[in-house]
């Protein structure tokens, strides 16, 4: 039941960094750089809430916080996702790389939390790192090179799991490896 309710809130909190660049949008509030700012700002305040809740309280099911640090951190890196893809597809104040670059990162940092926090997390992680390539946007001659990512993706997940013991979240590694391959050859 306490993970009904703390799913509902990550959700919710994920929905308001994602609404809030839109609101921005329709009434045109601030600059497209801001609205931005703003989104990844709101990201990583959700982000160090959860670290800090984490830090004094825990994240068991025991625990008086289960599950909400979490919940913060999950709807932290959704935000931070959320603007980013908007930085690059909504407003183009980035490149392809950069978007590529920071999404990654964010990805990246959603298995570094998950190592700590649980696997909802690592598996955020994973499978934002196997959409990141389809969802920047850009051209190339040879995408040859995202074969090696995808690996590279599928082996960080098979690496959580040998030491934390998450088989699922191997089952999903290897899932997102072999599929964002078979979409790279298509």
Known sequence: ??????????????????????????????????????????????????????????????STTAYLPSTFSGAGIVSVFAGILAARQLYGLIGVETAFAGLLATAALAVVLGWFYGPFLAAVGLAGAGVVPFIVGGSTDSASWLYGYFALVAAAGLAVDAVRRWAWVSVLALAVGYGGTWLTLM
Do not use: C, K, T
């Open 1 to 62: 039941l306490v993970a009904m309710g703390a799913a509902r809130l990550l959700v919710s909190l994920a929905f308001a960094g994602v609404f809030f660049v839109q609101y921005g949008v329709e009434n045109g509030l601030l600059p497209p750089a801001a609205r931005v700012a703003m989104a990844l700002l709101f990201g990583l305040v959700l982000i160090a809430a959860g670290e800090v809740i984490r830090r004094r309280s825990g994240d068991g099911a025991r």
